[in-house]
């Protein structure tokens, strides 16, 4: 499979823009509260990176290979998510660990964005049996029923929304950090999928979809809308994914460092609020600030080398053996 290293640098840029959301930069941290929408562009590149094999394999009458499915999925999170956990649990808060159950299983655990993990995971776990339904009906149908369930997903959100409110005077975070509230965030990746599938993106897509692209993630950072309804940010993920997929050769000297980003990407998430609260609290200040991310990525590139990557070679080589398939992906993370 080819290897996108712009989608690598994209993933790195939304680390980036996650990991300034957090660490308060002293003058301009309100300006950078909106860059959470880094998440959002998490979950559009899973739905590209994750539907597009079964769109693939549907499309050349290939099953997806789902026991090799799983053991990617879970040695590409589980192994650096353990490590984080558990070494943050030790270092700061030891009181958990009499409860390793409860760390291992996210149901207790000092990572505070593994909600965002949590959805991934159920994101994994329904997405074959949404491919498999979804197979079933012709391309442009797909992508029908797929903005019919984002726009059911966001009116599931309203609905508890004002549910709660009305039930409870507030709105519990719980009530609407669940896979069905974000279930949407997913379909912009996953429509480029069906689009690429199409022979819709084999031709490049002018620079005008990638200005249109960063202009929504720069107005979903600007106005910070609640993440769970923050389209902007969503839709413009997956203009800039189209437009990146479309050429697949843009920027090649760049390729080693974006593939450096994107390698460095889901430690620097798992990482970075320990850290940021180790050495730059409780007064933030910019030396802190460029402390804390020296130190985050240097965790990040040992994690990557000596967790990450073999993890990942073990699941290329239990993976079952290659028939020719059309070119798509990278191996896609949170």
């Known amino acids: 499979m080819r290897r996108l290293a712009a989608l690598d640098g994209l993933r790195g840029i939304a680390a980036l823009m996650v990991f300034l959301h957090h660490v308060q930069l002293p003058g301009i941290h309100p300006a950078t509260l909106g860059l959470d929408a880094g998440v959002l562009i998490f979950f559009s590149l899973s739905g590209y990176l994750l539907y597009a094999p079964f769109v693939a394999r549907q499309a050349d009458g290939r099953p997806m290979e789902l026991r090799s499915y799983a053991v990617r999925r879970f040695l590409r999170i589980a192994p650096a998510y353990l490590v984080a956990a558990f070494a943050i649990t030790w ?17 207790r655990t000092p990572i505070v964005v593994v909600w965002t993990l949590q959805l991934e995971v159920g994101f994994y776990v329904l997405l074959p049996v949404i491919a498999f339904a979804l197979g079933r009906f012709r391309s442009v149908d797909r992508v029908r029923i797929l903005f019919g ?9 309203v609905l508890v929304m004002i549910a ?22 997913f379909v912009p990746g996953m429509v480029v999928a069906e689009l690429e599938r199409r022979g819709r993106l084999s031709v ?31 839709l413009g993920a997956g203009a800039v994914i189209a437009f990146l997929v479309s050429r697949p050769a843009i920027a090649p000297r760049l390729d080693r460092f974006w593939a450096a980003a994107g390698a460095l990407s889901y430690s620097v998430y798992l990482w970075h609020e320990a850290i940021i609260d180790a050495v730059d ?21 040992v994690v990557y080398v000596g967790i990450e990557r073999p993890a990942i070679r073990l699941g290329q080589r239990l993976r079952p053996p290659a028939s020719p398939e059309p070119r798509v992906v990278l191996e896609p993370t949170v």
């Open 91 to 107: 270092i700061w808060h030891p009181a958990l660990l009499q409860d390793p159950i409860a760390i291992a299983s996210t149901i």
């Open 164 to 185: 709660t409110a009305a039930s409870l005077g507030y709105v519990p975070g719980a009530a609407i950090s669940t896979l069905g509230s974000y279930a949407w965030a």
């Open 281 to 301: 609290r409780p007064t933030p200040t910019w030396v802190g600030a460029v402390l804390a991310a020296a130190i985050t990525l240097g965790i990040a590139g």
């Open 204 to 234: 490049p897509l002018p620079a005008a979809a990638l200005l249109v692209g960063v202009g929504l993630i720069a107005l979903s950072s600007a106005v910070d809308p609640p993440a769970f309804l923050d389209l902007p940010a969503a």
């Open 149 to 157: 369930a984002a726009a059911a997903s966001i009116g599931l959100t």
